[in-house]
């Protein structure tokens, strides 16, 4: 592998150490001489400001590399935040407990459905040998249907036994960990359903529940609500301040959890079927289906997910900022997406990774850090973050060279874009086809 090669496939570490670098030499200095930005509190804040958009960043990269878009992340955010804050401070039966104990047990019953069914069909498949199709795999009554449909009314009961004890006195840390993902989970799912089963855009449907899901959030807090305040230890259970502490003193509760789906997700596409299956649909739909790869269900989980990371990081944003809100997730969607393409996830699908997704998101966060620390207006700050993420997506899209041709800065040659390559495999097309022209030799 040459040097360039080498340089091209890890530009986007590059970019990070880069970004840091700009930071550590150009960080102010407190009374005492040290390096605001180097100091570990700084650092640490950068963690646990980014661990948000992360953990729908993470979520966001798998529907984007099935060639999707997930706009509703933010509302999701926003409505599982309401409810999250809702069971906290609110005893007894209120909106928040009608939309997310039903919503639980749904969720339990469908997933415990769906996982028996999944077991069984892997010990049918495995049994079958290697050379039987999927397609081919049948199950009897009783492991396809009985079975799955008993163990998940079982999971069903189980999650109403531990949650209706808690209506009255108020939810714990557990129970609110429990439901808000569930909420998300169920909105991404019926995203997923109306994409695959209308054959939508996934972006025409998204906005849709984007606007949904804001309209049901408003509706949850209610008129006179725009702000539900959560005050561990007053009107909240006190053992809902360990979702902002930091954990052995090193590490904050939220950067704990990007971490986990960073590393958990990221396994998941690596090394799992589903995950080769993810990348097959993002390259070629119509070809991963005629392989006999169930694309429409797992474009569903993947919006799914994307739904569950969403609810778990309206908790962590409660946890965070002490309240919860109908419009606490505006925008965030725009940043989760800027924070997949910037760690080079492709827009058109089958390209990405969550490697890249992680330096995509610690690039922004310590870009908004280097800039807040210079007290840069908040507005030039958009203009800047914008500019940033177009420049990086034609580094990473290769496409830099050919925009600088079009404006005729310098030879498309010089760049090796995507219209030099064409050009020059235009020019290489004639003297290669010329031997198979002559076989036949030349007439005179």
Same mark, same amino acid.
């Given at each position: 592998m040459t040097a360039l090669?080498?340089?091209?496939?890890?530009?986007?570490?590059?970019?990070?150490?880069?970004?840091?670098?700009?930071?550590?030499?150009?960080?102010?200095?407190?009374?005492?001489?040290?390096?605001?930005? @180097?100091?570990?509190?700084?650092?640490?804040?950068?963690?646990?400001?980014?661990?948000?958009?992360?953990?729908?960043?993470?979520?966001?990269?798998?529907?984007?590399?099935?060639?999707?878009?997930?706009?509703?992340?933010?509302?999701?955010?926003?409505?599982?935040?309401?409810?999250?804050?809702?069971?906290?401070?609110?005893?007894?039966?209120? $909106?928040?407990?009608?939309?997310?104990? $039903?919503? !639980?047990?749904?969720?339990? =019953?469908?997933?415990?459905?769906?996982?028996?069914?999944?077991?069984?069909?892997?010990?049918?498949?495995?049994?079958?040998?290697?050379?039987?199709?999927?397609?081919?795999?049948? @199950?009897?009554?009783?492991?396809? @249907?009985?079975? $799955?449909?008993?163990?998940?009314?079982?999971?069903?009961?189980?999650?109403?036994?531990?949650?209706? $004890?808690?209506?009255?006195?108020?939810?714990? !840390?557990?129970?609110?960990? =429990? !439901?808000?993902?569930?909420?998300?989970?169920?909105?991404?799912?019926?995203?997923?359903?109306?994409?695959?089963?209308g054959r939508l855009q996934p972006f025409i449907v998204t906005l849709a529940m984007m606007v949904t899901a804001l309209g049901i959030a408003r509706l949850t807090a209610g008129q006179n609500n725009a702000v539900l305040p959560v005050y561990t230890g007053s009107n909240a259970t006190a053992d809902f301040e360990m979702l902002r502490s930091l954990v052995f003193g090193v590490i904050p509760m939220p950067g704990l959890f990007f971490l986990g789906a960073i590393l958990i997700y990221g396994a998941v596409l690596r090394f799992t079927p589903f995950g080769r299956y993810v990348y097959a649909i993002g390259g070629n739909e119509e070809a991963a289906r005629l392989s006999g790869i169930a694309a429409g269900r797992v474009k569903i989980a993947t919006y799914a997910v994307s739904g569950l990371l969403a609810g778990i990081a309206a908790v962590l944003y409660v946890a965070q900022y002490r309240q919860g809100k109908p419009d606490a997730g505006a925008g965030l969607e725009l940043d989760a997406i800027a924070a997949v393409v910037i760690g080079g996830t492709s827009l058109m699908g089958g390209r990405g990774s969550l490697t890249g997704t992680f330096c995509g998101v610690l690039i922004f966060g310590l870009l908004s850090n280097i800039l807040q620390l210079h007290n840069i207006n908040s507005n030039l700050q958009l203009v800047l973050k914008g500019m940033i993420i177009i420049g990086t997506v034609l580094v990473q899209e290769r496409n830099a060279g050919d925009l600088l041709a079009y404006l005729r800065l310098v030879p498309a040659s010089v760049w090796g874009g995507q219209a030099a390559r064409k050009e020059t495999a235009a020019v290489k097309r004639p003297s290669q086809e010329t031997p198979s022209l002559n076989l036949g030799g030349n007439k005179k």
């Open positions: 090669k080498l340089l091209s496939r890890t530009k986007l570490y590059w970019g990070l150490i880069a970004i840091f670098l700009i930071g550590v030499l150009g960080s102010p200095v407190s009374s005492k001489g040290n390096n605001i930005f @180097l100091s570990y509190g700084n650092l640490l804040d950068v963690l646990r400001q980014v661990s948000t958009t992360g953990l729908i960043a993470t979520g966001m990269t798998a529907v984007i590399i099935t060639g999707g878009i997930d706009l509703s992340v933010g509302s999701l955010m926003a409505i599982c935040s309401v409810v999250c804050a809702m069971l906290l401070t609110v005893p007894g039966v209120t $909106p928040g407990v009608v939309l997310g104990v $039903p919503t !639980v047990a749904l969720v339990a =019953l469908c997933l415990g459905f769906v996982i028996t069914r999944f077991i069984f069909l892997n010990l049918e498949k495995s049994r079958a040998g290697p050379d039987a199709a999927a397609r081919d795999v049948r @199950l009897d009554s009783a492991r396809g @249907l009985i079975t $799955p449909a008993i163990v998940g009314v079982v999971l069903c009961c189980l999650s109403l036994w531990y949650l209706l $004890p808690q209506i009255e006195p108020k939810f714990g !840390v557990l129970g609110v960990l =429990l !439901v808000a993902p569930c909420v998300g989970l169920l909105f991404g799912a019926v995203n997923g359903f109306i994409i695959v089963g």
